[in-house]
């Protein structure tokens, strides 16, 4: 398979940034994609809401649905899963998107802002799988994506921000976990992170982080296309990194990706 269309994918978090690529990527291909963010109405510090995204989704090509939907909240993730199942006769795809990031020590780092990554990262994909799961099950090629970096116990990731880190390993970990147990069932599991700092409005909480030295979102949504499209019987519980992915379907020239050719690119974190 080389094309999406038709497909259903369920993306948290697609109102804006790495989601909304995925979504579009997508959308060229002629896919449904389930815009689910909590971005009803404008924000005037982020860009972006359900709405807007939505309307991109259809101009790119695909059929949207956009659901207002907190995946802290267990009763309005499952509905929303509900929802997306009726409008298009089915999930093929869920891409666990959203995230919550707060990069500080221990002493820095206020419990709601642990409560919030915690109940978003790992809490939030764990829910958000488990209520598409039954829809999956029935799908042709069934992909879970979670855009989470490969786990790791090395100190230095945690010293300087240990609750992030947990929330992101959870992530992680809930892709080792589920590719075994969904194994037997034809559903891949699979994990994506980018090589660098991607330019999302996230780079906002990175200390010293320049647009320049960024890549877009499209290398993330390039590299996510070539995961999905794959069948999900032969590879599953992968942590991907964006320009790998590529170079293995032939993409070995990402120049195009930087927000600036030719800039120094910064590692994103875990890498």
């Known amino acids: 398979m080389t094309t999406l269309a038709g497909k259903t994918l369920f993306i ?29 109405v404008a924000n005037p510090k982020l860009p972006g809401t359900i709405h807007t995204a939505a309307a991109a989704v259809e101009e790119a090509g695909g059929r949207a649905l956009a659901l207002k939907v907190d995946i802290r909240d267990e009763t309005q993730v499952v509905d929303a899963a509900a929802q997306a199942a009726e409008h298009f006769g089915g999930i093929d795809i869920l891409v666990n998107n959203a995230s919550a990031i707060w990069l500080a020590g221990v002493e820095g780092t206020p419990m709601k802002r642990f409560d919030l990554m915690s109940q978003v990262n790992t809490r939030g994909t ?19 994506l979670m855009l989470s970096p490969p786990p790791t116990l090395d100190p230095k990731w945690y010293a300087p ?3 992030y880190t947990i929330a992101k390993m959870g992530m992680s970990l809930c892709v080792l976990g589920m590719a075994e147990e969904f ?6 599991v699979n994990a994506l992170w980018p090589r660098t700092v991607i330019a999302t409005a996230a780079i906002a909480m990175i200390d010293g982080v320049r647009p320049q030295n960024c890549r877009t979102p499209a290398i993330v949504a390039d590299a996510a296309h070539a995961m999905l499209v794959r069948s999900s019987r032969e590879v ?12 293995g379907i ?18 994103d974190l875990f890498l």
């Open 161 to 163: 921000h240990t609750a």
């Open 12 to 40: 948290t978090g697609a109102s804006r940034g790495i989601g909304l690529a995925i979504a579009l990527r997508a959308a060229r291909d002629g896919a449904n994609v389930v815009i689910a963010a909590k971005s009803g």
């Open 183 to 188: 194994r037997p069932l034809g559903i891949a």
């Open 250 to 267: 032939g993409v070995t020239e990402v120049d195009r990706y930087a927000l600036q050719p030719g800039a120094p690119l910064l590692p």
């Open 126 to 144: 764990f829910v958000t799988t488990q209520a598409c799961l039954p829809y999956l099950k029935r799908a042709a090629n069934p992909h879970v």
């Open 236 to 247: 599953t519980g992968q942590f991907a990194i964006d320009d790998e992915i590529l170079a």
